[in-house]
């Protein structure tokens, strides 16, 4: 196996951020006790293998992310196929999944980063063999098209996984990057060693006032419709649950968050945290007229958990890792939001 290998060290920030306004009281909400077998952490020396299950990436669009993951003090390997190109997948169907089969299998590799999102993990997660990857969990890391492999993994083996940036958003130029690239990319570091991870974002007059202790699952809103019914479809009940997505008409939100609410994802929920929603304009003449804040709202009326809106997860900047499958702490008052592992 032909690889490249590289080492890595840095440290982490947490996002905060503030406002005001709210919904209801502050009731309690049931409590998950057990969370999912959390991989081990990485120490300085270990491995993180890169791939590109998805979309497409060359490996000179990699490097500023292997040389950062270098300077953290991690060894890397790339799969065998990056640079490959198959239209805009990063490889035939075929060659995706080997890459991911053979850094699911490798014992050196402690962790998995996809180097992008796009499309067409769906197309090959019923090809993979988890055998190994569940006697021997590893961190697998990404976001977008990669809440595909989250949501499955969640549903399948209880092993947790790392929603977070990826390679395509690491700046070529570290010296020159602003504070939320730096804070956000360093979240990633945190996540993977084990350091607790604690954030906030600013009180909304939509937010609906609460806490709850329990297992944070998630993704993109998109993936996570599509997966209903399917072998990958996510539980939820008694969790809380992280939704984000781009790119849709609000037509299109809304009919997610139906499809949500009537396959019973919303029902028994500990908590909802809504991240970005980067939208298409409505067509000019058949304009929606409900925001992202109505439609939500409207699907959540007659439950009593919190709720809270613009959090600092999606695809944006503010776009900071958190742990699918390990126990959080989530409280909505006042003053805002907060998220921390526990």
Same mark, same amino acid.
């Given at each position: 196996?032909?690889?490249? #290998? %590289?080492?890595?060290?840095?440290?982490?920030?947490?996002?905060?951020?503030?406002?005001?306004?709210?919904?209801?009281?502050?009731?309690? #909400?049931?409590?998950?006790?057990? $969370?999912?077998?959390?991989?081990?952490?990485?120490?300085? @020396?270990?491995?993180?293998?890169?791939?590109?299950?998805?979309?497409?990436?060359?490996?000179? /669009?990699?490097?500023?992310?292997?040389?950062?993951?270098?300077?953290?003090?991690?060894?890397?390997?790339? $799969?065998?196929? !990056?640079?490959?190109?198959? %239209?805009?997948? @990063?490889?035939?169907?075929?060659?995706?999944?080997?890459?991911?089969?053979?850094?699911?299998?490798?014992? /050196?590799?402690?962790?998995?980063?996809?180097?992008?999102?796009?499309?067409?993990?769906?197309?090959?997660?019923?090809?993979?063999?988890?055998?190994?990857? &569940?006697?021997?969990?590893?961190?697998?890391?990404?976001?977008?098209? *990669?809440?595909?492999? #989250?949501?499955?993994?969640?549903?399948?083996?209880?092993?947790?996984?790392?929603?977070?940036?990826?390679?395509?958003?690491?700046?070529?130029?570290? !010296?020159?990057?602003?504070?939320?690239?730096?804070? !956000?990319?360093?979240?990633?570091?945190?996540?993977?060693?084990?350091?607790?991870?604690?954030?906030? +974002?600013?009180?909304?007059?939509?937010?609906?006032? @609460?806490?709850?202790?329990?297992?944070?699952?998630?993704?993109?809103?998109?993936?996570?419709?599509?997966?209903?019914?399917?072998?990958?479809?996510?539980?939820?009940?008694?969790?809380?649950?992280?939704?984000?997505?781009?790119?849709?008409?609000?037509?299109?939100?809304?009919?997610?968050?139906?499809?949500? &609410?009537? +396959?019973?994802?919303?029902?028994?929920?500990?908590?909802?945290?809504?991240?970005?929603?980067?939208?298409?304009?409505?067509?000019?003449?058949?304009?929606?007229? #409900?925001?992202?804040?109505?439609?939500?709202?409207? &699907?959540?009326? /007659?439950?009593?958990?919190?709720?809270?809106?613009?959090?600092?997860?999606?695809?944006?900047?503010?776009? %900071?890792?958190?742990?699918?499958?390990?126990?959080?702490?989530? /409280?909505?008052?006042?003053?805002?939001?907060?998220? &921390?592992? *526990?």
């Amino acid at each position: 196996m032909d690889r490249k #290998h %590289f080492i890595s060290s840095l440290v982490t920030a947490g996002a905060v951020l503030s406002t005001s306004g709210a919904w209801a009281n502050m009731p309690e #909400h049931p409590v998950a006790k057990a $969370g999912h077998q959390i991989p081990p952490y990485l120490k300085p @020396g270990d491995t993180i293998g890169i791939i590109s299950p998805s979309g497409y990436m060359s490996l000179a /669009e990699i490097l500023p992310a292997m040389q950062l993951m270098q300077s953290w003090g991690f060894n890397i390997a790339i $799969g065998d196929n !990056t640079g490959k190109k198959d %239209f805009t997948y @990063g490889g035939t169907d075929e060659e995706r999944t080997a890459d991911l089969q053979q850094m699911l299998d490798d014992p /050196e590799v402690k962790a998995v980063m996809c180097a992008r999102g796009g499309y067409g993990l769906v197309r090959v997660i019923d090809r993979l063999n988890f055998k190994y990857f &569940k006697k021997h969990p590893k961190w697998l890391i990404g976001f977008s098209d *990669i809440t595909a492999l #989250h949501c499955h993994i969640n549903r399948n083996f209880g092993i947790a996984t790392i929603h977070s940036k990826m390679c395509n958003s690491f700046p070529d130029d570290w !010296t020159k990057a602003d504070a939320m690239q730096v804070a !956000t990319i360093q979240s990633i570091r945190q996540a993977l060693t084990g350091e607790n991870l604690s954030y906030s +974002s600013p009180a909304v007059a939509q937010n609906r006032y @609460g806490k709850a202790e329990a297992i944070l699952v998630g993704g993109n809103l998109s993936l996570i419709a599509t997966l209903s019914g399917t072998p990958s479809d996510l539980r939820t009940d008694g969790k809380i649950l992280f939704v984000e997505d781009t790119h849709e008409y609000l037509y299109n939100i809304d009919r997610m968050f139906w499809n949500l &609410k009537q +396959s019973g994802k919303l029902s028994n929920l500990a908590g909802l945290i809504i991240g970005g929603f980067q939208l298409k304009p409505d067509i000019e003449g058949e304009e929606f007229g #409900h925001t992202i804040y109505d439609i939500v709202t409207e &699907k959540v009326k /007659e439950y009593t958990y919190p709720v809270c809106f613009d959090f600092p997860v999606g695809h944006q900047k503010n776009n %900071f890792a958190l742990k699918c499958g390990a126990l959080h702490a989530f /409280e909505v008052n006042a003053e805002g939001s907060t998220l &921390k592992t *526990i």
